[in-house]
């Protein structure tokens, strides 16, 4: 009977220690996510006010106080060419307001960034012209449906111009040829569509 007693306290003691030794790992770990959290949320974000827009702006709209909103953005995180003061997106001119306006570039979505590659410097012009680089022309090129490829070229798109015509060749024959004029030229517009972003 001792030997029974004996054996059920050994038992017991053992599965006591197992008992304790595994709440104590539980408890260790717990404590350490515990701590892991703590010092996560104990970071803090570093944070600036950019304006961003207030609702949908199209292509060729003349950029308004309304049409923008101030919010808050990770620093860490801004693109290029953000806006964070008034005074800069909208600087003053007394009373002519037309060499101060901007006029929206590409198609912008509510609570997007305002950014300047997006829209006009102040007071310029929204034609293509304040898309072409400096020294740089633009051409009209007729095309036709087979030539404009139905339709899906869009504006900032590259493409190649060839020229077929007919020469005449060394014996004065004439012949057809077709010659590279120039290689990977950036589309401006199509039509009278300039905005990238159209559909």
Partial sequence: ???????????GLGLAGVAVYMARNYITAYQY???????????VIETTKIYVAANKLKYGQILTEEDV???IFPTESLPDGVFTDLAILFP???ENSK???????RAIEPREPLL???MTNPGQSGGITTQLEAGMRAFAIRVDVTSGVSGFLRPDDRVDVYWTGRTRDGAG???????????NIRLIAIDQI???GSS
């Fill in 33 to 43: 996510a515990l701590d892991a959290e703590r010092e996560n949320s104990a970071r």
């Fill in 92 to 94: 003053e001119d007394g």
């Fill in 173 to 183: 024959q004439f012949i057809e040829v077709t010659k590279l004029i120039s290689s």
């Fill in 69 to 71: 909103e101030l919010v």
């Fill in 116 to 118: 300047s590659v997006k």
């Fill in 99 to 105: 060499n101060t306006r901007r006029i929206i570039l």
């Fill in 1 to 11: 009977m001792r030997l029974v007693f004996g054996l059920v306290l050994v038992l």
């Fill in 194 to 196: 300039a905005d990238s």
